[in-house]
């Protein structure tokens, strides 16, 4: 069954610290797999797409890892701000037919000062 | 750009009662989707549609009836309001799928409560 699984469910970090979300997934066959940022009351907007062959991505204070062999991928936020405070949702996609995306339960990030 | 845009923002309804969410996007993509979003729970797949004229279901389609008439609308009516659509509702648009750069782009979503 394709299923796609996030830890920890909720986070509180203080402003300025690191922190890494997980993801693990069973979808197969792969084709990628993106991380997003959803803001209260907002729809989720892409913060990074991983393919088969991407083992890192950056973008600004945010870095994605992508282990396919293992079906993991990780989210690390460096020195994070309060405007960081969302929820990070994990999405794979598949190459089937057509297409099937499978998106995880996302993390809930709270920055506090 | 105004993006992917959903009216209306809130919605209360009675149960048995219709309505209409409306979607529209000015990106010229030729896929777009509905979504719904539970509390716990991942988005899960009610509509989509790939161009003017054509629909599929997703995951979760009873209960709803979607429309394709132009590339920028994708409307979603519920007929028989059930307590059990209360839910956010998110549409979407995208390039296609296996398209190097085809993130989804989501509306802001329609919050509804059927009481």
């Known amino acids: 069954k394709n299923q796609v699984e996030q830890s920890p469910q909720s986070l509180i970090i203080l402003e300025g610290k690191n922190c890494t979300l997980q993801c693990n997934y069973t979808v197969s066959p792969f084709s990628n797999l993106r991380w997003y940022k959803q803001d209260t009351g907002r729809g989720p907007v892409s913060l990074t797409i991983?393919?088969?062959?991407?083992n890192t991505k950056s973008n600004g204070r945010y870095t994605a890892t992508l282990d396919a062999d293992t079906k993991q991928s990780s989210l690390h936020i460096t020195a994070s701000q309060l405007s960081d405070s969302a929820s990070y949702i994990c999405?794979?996609?598949?190459?089937?037919?057509?297409?099937?995306?499978?998106f995880g339960a996302g993390t809930r990030l709270f920055v506090k000062a | 750009n105004a993006g992917v845009t959903q009216t209306p923002k809130f919605r209360i309804l009675k149960i048995g009662q219709s309505m209409t969410l409306q979607c529209a996007q000015d990106?010229?993509?030729?896929?777009m989707y509905w979504y719904r979003q539970d509390p716990g729970m991942g988005l899960k797949l009610i509509y989509y549609?790939?161009?003017?004229?054509?629909?599929d279901k997703g995951e979760v389609p009873n209960g709803y009836n979607v429309s394709r008439s132009t590339t920028e609308d994708f409307p979603l009516r519920l007929e028989l309001a059930a307590p059990s659509q209360t839910s956010v509702y998110f549409c979407?648009?995208?390039?296609?799928?296996?398209?190097?750069?085809?993130?989804?782009?989501f509306g802001n979503g329609t919050r509804l409560t059927v009481t």
């Open positions: 549609s790939v161009g003017a004229g054509i629909t």
């Open positions: 979407a648009s995208s390039y296609p799928p296996g398209a190097p750069n085809s993130p989804l782009h």
């Open positions: 991983m393919t088969f062959s991407e």
């Open positions: 999405v794979v996609s598949a190459t089937t037919g057509g297409f099937k995306t499978i």
């Open positions: 990106m010229n993509h030729n896929y």
